[in-house]
């Protein structure tokens, strides 16, 4: 049940799920032991609170957000725990973590850098000249994208048939470098990581712009994977679980963008 008082909204949870979180248990699991969950507003933000303790990062920082739509999300990841905390499915959390608690000390210039230099080799730009099938669907997914992406920013990716990396010009790095670094850290650390998950700039540029869905950036992330589906058939278990979990993080990503903009 949700409850809204002025700012806050508290999650009531049922008793049989009340257990507490920082117990640690049998396995090194780590279990619930919190009642209730609410986001409230501070005096420079918002933040989540578990049991009306507000949340700390792993380095000791309080948990301060910059929106409402993002203390409600992250608030939400905690209210869904049940019995055990399953923190590695809660990337809202931990990019939040991640973004106030900076452990790689990156400057975000450093995450634009990071980012662009992963351009060259985007799987977006590596064609491969067969079989006959694969072209036709490089350029049915991939095509679309590319030709978006340099009218969007008004810059020009090539492609390459059979090669590992494009040269991408001086300027188009400039161009992008610009764009990119108008963002503050919550905008690149959600971009980031969802440029890491799925291996392509322009991939997640066309997802955060409402160019293609979530399931539509998961497909052409995954193109080769795809056509030997196609082609052979489905891998039980093992395609499932690398499309479901690449769509969870990218998912996340643009979830945490959005949100931390909003």
Same mark, same amino acid.
């Given at each position: ?33 919190? =009642? +209730?969950? !609410?986001?409230?507003?501070? #005096? ?6 578990? /049991?009306?303790?507000? *949340? ?25 725990q049940e019995e055990e905390i399953q923190s590695h499915s809660m990337h809202l959390n931990s990019l939040a973590r991640t973004a106030i608690d900076n452990?790689?000390? =990156? +400057?975000? !210039?450093?995450?634009?850098? #990071? ?6 080799? /985007?799987?977006?730009? *590596? ?106 058939g489905r891998v039980e278990w093992g395609h499932d679980v690398e499309e479901a979990e690449l769509m969870n993080r990218i998912s996340a990503a643009v ?8």
């Amino acid at each position: 049940m949700l409850l809204r008082t002025g700012t806050t909204l508290s999650i009531l949870v049922s008793s049989a799920a009340r257990r507490s979180y920082g117990m640690v248990g049998k396995r090194g699991v780590v279990r619930r032991v919190y =009642e +209730t969950v !609410e986001f409230s507003k501070v #005096s420079d933000g918002y933040t989540v609170l578990l /049991d009306s303790k507000p *949340l700390k990062t792993p380095k000791g920082h309080a948990l301060i957000l910059p929106t409402e739509g993002l203390a409600a999300v992250i608030a939400q990841e905690w209210a869904q725990q049940e019995e055990e905390i399953q923190s590695h499915s809660m990337h809202l959390n931990s990019l939040a973590r991640t973004a106030i608690d900076n452990p790689a000390s =990156e +400057t975000n !210039e450093q995450r634009v850098e #990071s980012m662009l230099q992963m351009l060259s080799a /985007d799987p977006v730009c *590596l064609r491969i000249s067969e079989p006959k099938e694969f072209v036709e669907m490089q350029e049915e997914n991939w095509g679309p994208l590319l030709n978006w992406f340099n009218s969007h920013y008004g810059v020009s990716i090539p492609t390459t048939i059979d090669g590992f990396s494009v040269d991408v010009r001086e300027d188009t790095l400039s161009i992008l470098r610009e764009k990119l670094s108008r963002h503050n850290k919550w905008h690149l650390t959600g971009l980031k990581f969802g440029v890491d998950s799925c291996r392509s700039l322009i991939i997640m540029s066309c997802l955060l712009e409402g160019v293609i869905t979530c399931e539509k950036a998961v497909t052409s992330s995954l193109l080769e994977s795809q056509f030997q589906v196609r082609k052979w058939g489905r891998v039980e278990w093992g395609h499932d679980v690398e499309e479901a979990e690449l769509m969870n993080r990218i998912s996340a990503a643009v979830l945490f963008v959005t949100a931390a903009n909003h």
